[in-house]
Nanobody
Framework: QVQLVESGGGLVQAGGSLRLSCVAS????????MAWYRRAPGKQRELVAT???????NYGDSVKGRFTISRDNAKNTVYLQMNSLKPEDTAVYYC????????????WGQGTQVTVSS
């Protein structure tokens, strides 16, 4: 009933920028926290950034100062602006949202590949 669809991934050179988007759709009453995670090949899933419904943000140490998370509550959309990209940022990036339908549940997108070449 609820879908999260990411977009904006791709191939970029080191030092470049990308902007990821994630749109939530379906039978949504409200959305609480939203977040971006990533999984690099051979590594565990890593928290990239979170944002509350009120706009409070939190970042993983590896992306602080380079990435910015934001959201548009009217559009049920969360964004991740990624600047000064490094090869170690290469990963599949996943959107997560805590969505309230009848009760709160955690939903995940299908992921979008980000590849940073050196």
């Amino acid at each position: 009933q609820v879908q999260l669809v990411e977009s904006g991934g791709g191939l970029v050179q080191a030092g470049g920028s990308l902007r990821l988007s994630c749109v939530a759709s379906g039978n949504i009453f409200s959305i609480n926290g939203m977040a971006w995670y990533r999984r690099a090949p051979g590594k565990q899933r890593e928290l990239v950034a979170t944002i509350t419904s009120g706009g409070n943000t939190n970042y993983g140490d590896s992306v602080k100062g380079r990435f910015t998370i934001s959201r548009d509550n009217a559009k049920n959309t969360v964004y991740l602006q990624m600047n000064s990209l490094k090869p170690e940022d290469t990963a599949v990036y996943y959107c997560n949202a805590r969505v309230v339908v009848w009760s709160q549940r955690s939903y995940w997108g299908q992921g979008t590949q980000v590849t940073v070449s050196s």
